[in-house]
């Protein structure tokens, strides 16, 4: 059986840090479908998943070395 790697959620703050998106910024690629959508967990509480938003950043990172080269 393939070891699954843990899941982890962050909060924007952390999403803000890691992506350095402005928070409207974030939502309009979430609305536009070009991030991964936040997870509600309850009333008033979203949260993303770790996993997702650092293979947003990746595929930035590997669009960015492409066209560079």
Do not use: N
């Amino acid at each position: 059986m393939a070891t699954q790697e843990p899941r982890r959620f962050i909060r924007i703050k952390e999403v803000l840090s890691i992506t350095s998106l402005s928070q409207s910024e974030l939502y309009r690629r979430i609305k536009a479908g070009t991030f991964p959508a936040q997870v509600k967990l309850a009333p008033g509480h979203v949260v993303w998943v770790q996993s997702e938003v650092d293979t947003w950043v990746a595929e930035r990172i590997a669009e960015a070395r492409a066209e560079a080269a």
